[in-house]
């Protein structure tokens, strides 16, 4: 075969001890492979310099604070003054050696390998493992941990990870903790987080703890992910090397995840409390230094809760003060958010009277607390006052500030107030006019002012992308001036849109209106649809229904609920396997659950999983049920255990690793591919469409391949890790894209776009730091 590979044939004296050299890394002890006889006139193999691409990593963690110099200059791993002597072996991975290719007996064994170590880096997938699998009947074990450790030493760790993952599937594999340790290790550093966690969790398997550097390479690499979105599964991993290893990270690993932490806007961030409270645990009893950044954080994080624990807080300005830190800015607005929720005005101005005498530069913050205070104490004239204050003061209102404003001024019922602001909040041309839009149409309900809420609702529409509660809102407005026929257009069209959706508290509404309108076949229609999804129906209403239908001489009985998955349920459960959702087996129970996985900073994903949410209401645990406000919908949750899935555990997973099904290609409906679209695709800006297929060999690839050939689709397959990628383009795109868009929720292909991002399988975005180029240079790569 002719040689494409840039790369020569490997020295013949190969000693590698592949701790691939990073700033911070540090030598490794020597962990000897068992049953090998090394010649003591071996060499070792000088490390390599630091791959470029672990550049973005190396800075997220060495970005320490100004005044640890040292901490900066050192790196992690380094400047090992921080472990005790007989720690520190802890925190070195483990030394791979692998015999030379010289003490091979047989010439033709060290030619094969040192032909394969110059062929397979140059190749994909598909051919890399064709020449593997010819190579079946003479390569050992001992053989292929030499062809990997060289792709390692060369830089090519996902040709070492291809090799890896061809030698577990060989009969005579044996687990090598030393070389897993070290695929991870390069994967990581690489920034190819799916493929090092699948080394970890194999390490995991095994019963073998990892190395600490794996777990800070992984936490780092989890880390590096643009836009936080990998946040959760590094701290799984922090708290498993604390938990699970007993290691005592870095003060630099710690501040690197307590920042990322803290690094969300205050309402999402206030669910990570918990573990930057952990965080901190553990630097206090590591004797750490906590630096001023952790104190203002926990503040600031401890201010936002729902119940806020002014103990707690009380005592980290203590510790914060004892630590001879100053109580910043950060940290009295933290106060003043802290004390005016309770309405405490005398704290709260305590508070703004040292932001006066520290700053000139006043945070628009500290006067939204201060209207909130005035508020809380019933004046709310002087939460105006203060709006006005900043205006004078030449502080632009931002929309924080105009969003309590209004919403004060509408709990007060000043009509031609709100009208006032809400005007200045539209023309202002700032974004998030939701909030104030339903303050606004809360207010005109409780005055029964129904015709300015109806334009309002207009209003509102045309500016926003609606949302169920808008048109609850507005349905209940129906309901109660007797516009039933307009109600029940408005109900249909939550039902049919997605986007929007049906609830309990919706169909409660609807069910009133058609009870006053003493119209009980209908009625009946609505009771029927919430025992099915295992709604909650109102006591007074279900007495006037049963009342109403004994005039007809038709008496109503709770109905048993047989569960049972629809036809619609079902293909959606088929996209989403396609595009890589878990499901898990209860042993005890011989049953299945289904765990749904949204990506949390995708607008697009957000609809989807309140979508989901109501789409398979029945079949989640009642725990999942019971959110007053849609919005605390998590984006991850789970069905109860049931029969039912069992059908979908047996096709879509074996021995618990995704397959796809033998008959997968009959079940490709439209509504099946737009549901795999939404969940595990994208539409790139080109107006290309890909989608991640998880599982499945190249026969079953090759089936769905086909299956869309019948339908006029051209498509090209791509392999990548674990998953495949399937791409439209071109016409192609426009004929799938006609093909699903009945069953596209409304909106949704132009926000998945906006995003310009590939949703991953898992409901993780791709996280390999190549993914999204190879995406755009989908058109160039050739069918594997």
Known sequence: MASTSPYAAPSPSLRCTVALSLHFSSPPPVLRLAGLKLSPGRLAVSPPGIPAVASTIESLVLDSDEDDEEEVDSGLFQGEEWAAADERDAVRSPELEVPELEELPEQWRRSRIAWLCKELPAYKHSTFTRILNAQRKWLTQDDATYVAVHCLRIRENDAAFRVYSWMVRQHWFRFNFALATRVADCLGREGKVDKCREMFEAMVKQGRVPAEFTFHILIVAYLSVPKGRCLQEACTIYNQMIQMGGYKPRLSLHNSLFRALVSKTGGSAKYNLRQAEFVYHNLVTTNLDVQKDVYAGLIWLHSYQDVIDKVRIIALRKEMKRAGFDEGIDVLVSVMRTFSKEGNVQETEAAWNEILQSCSDLPAQAYVCRMEVYAQTGEPMKSLDIFKEMKEKNIPPNVASYHKIIEIMAKAREVDIVEELMNGFIKSHMKHLMPAFLDLMYMYMDLDMHEKLEL??????????????????????????????????????????????????????????????????????????????????????????????????????????????????????????????????????GLHVVHFQFQQDSNAHSVLRMHIHERFFEWLPSTSRSFADESKIPYQFSTIPHKHFSFFADQFFLKGRPVLPKLVHRWLSPRVLAYWFMFGGSKLPSGDIVLKLSGGNTESVERIVNSLHTQSLTIKVKRKGRFSWIGFQGSNAETFWRIIEPHVLNNFASSITQEGSSIGSDGTQDTDTDSDDDMQRYDKESDE
Do not use: W
Not at 485 to 495: I, N, P
Not at 503 to 510: A, E, L, Q, V
């Open 456 to 589: 309002t609702f207009s209003k509102c529409i045309a500016r926003c992308r609606p949302n169920r509660i808008l048109y609850t809102i507005f349905l209940e407005s129906l309901v109660k001036v007797g516009n039933i026929e307009k109600a029940e257009e408005v109900f249909r069209e939550m039902h049919r849109n997605g986007m929007i959706g049906t609830n309990t508290k919706s169909c409660n509404i609807m069910l009133r209106g058609y009870l006053s309108a003493e119209d009980y076949q209908k009625a009946e229609k609505v009771y029927d649809v919430m025992s099915k999804k295992k709604y909650d129906v109102q006591a007074d209403s279900l007495e006037k229904l049963q009342s109403g239908l004994l005039l007809g001489k038709k008496v109503i009985k709770p109905k048993a609920v047989s569960m049972k998955l629809d036809q619609e349920q079902r293909e959606i459960l088929i996209g989403f396997l396609l595009g890589g959702t878990q499901m898990e087996y209860y042993e005890q129970r």
